[in-house]
């Protein structure tokens, strides 16, 4: 019972760092592909019927 005195804390610090990163990769736009976004908007091709082998 006394390791969930360490292991509870070390958690929840670990998740407030990946939180932390999380955020700070939205806050940086890591997400936007504006550029990408365009090129799909304009290709025709599509993955919706995959080829047949």
């Given at each position: 019972m006394n390791?969930l ?11 407030g ?36 082998d």
């Amino acid at each position: 019972m006394n390791i969930l005195s360490y292991l509870i804390p070390i958690s929840l610090i670990l998740g407030g760092v990946g939180l932390g990163f999380f955020i700070f990769t939205l806050k940086t736009n890591q997400y936007d592909d504006p550029e990408g976004d365009a090129q799909r908007i304009l290709s025709d091709a599509y993955d919706d019927k995959p080829k047949q082998d």
